[in-house]
């Protein structure tokens, strides 16, 4: 299949317009819409084909609850790294939508399967972990495409969470999401509007 402009006009607006939300609306997630996210998932590349993301679905409430007293403590440890004015800025952003996101979904990686028998990860095992980011951006680019939002909550501690869920000794943390419609849409990045960082250009150079 050719690719035309009008695809390439389709992934730009979706690349510009995919932001790590943290402004939720609690209108539930279809089931048909959750079965899109997996299949986006379900047709990302991965070494050897060895597909070593594991997702958790959580609506436990009381996961929920301790995750998010993870996020609490973690954030407040964060938050004492920065000097006094720093702080200040840092405390006023809001960097997770755990109160608010419908859907919450837990990501580890195999870092085992035996899917693929080693092919590709012999000499770099990391790319197990780095199939696994790549079917998370596939997921995202998808719940954009669906009208949905996702934001990842990087400030838990990840041994702390692979205790919570039983994660199997051979499982690494590598994300937790939060998926639904956003409360209100910005293709300018919250990180940008709170004057923390702006995106700097991609650096390539020739060697």
């Known amino acids: 299949m050719q690719m035309t402009q009008h695809h390439r006009d389709t992934l730009r607006a979706l690349l510009t317009w995919r932001r790590d939300v943290r402004h939720f609306r609690s209108e539930p997630v279809s089931d048909a819409e959750l079965d899109m996210l997996r299949a986006a998932m379900d047709s990302a590349p991965s070494v050897g084909n060895a597909r070593p993301w594991r997702v958790l679905r959580v609506v436990?409430?009381?996961l929920r609850a301790r995750v998010r007293d993870d996020f609490v403590r973690e954030n407040a440890r964060a938050a004492e790294g920065y000097s006094k004015a720093r702080r200040a800025d840092y405390l006023a952003l809001k960097l997770a939508g755990l109160d608010e996101a419908p859907e919450h979904l837990a990501v580890f990686t195999e870092t085992a399967p035996s899917e693929g028998a080693g092919l590709g990860r012999q000499t770099m095992p990391q790319t197990l972990e780095q199939s696994t980011a790549m079917a998370i951006h596939a997921l995202w680019l998808?719940?954009?495409?669906c009208n949905l939002g996702v934001g990842m909550v990087s400030i838990i501690d990840p041994d702390r969470i692979a205790r919570l869920f039983d994660a199997p000794p051979s499982w690494r943390f590598t994300a937790?999401?939060?998926?639904?419609?956003?409360?209100?849409?910005d293709d300018t990045p919250l990180?940008?509007?709170?004057?923390?960082?702006?995106?700097t250009t991609t650096r390539w150079e020739q060697r």
């Open 60 to 62: 436990d409430p009381d």
């Open 142 to 145: 998808m719940a954009r495409a």
């Open 176 to 185: 937790y999401l939060c998926v639904g419609r956003a409360a209100f849409d």
């Open 191 to 199: 990180l940008h509007r709170a004057s923390w960082q702006e995106n």
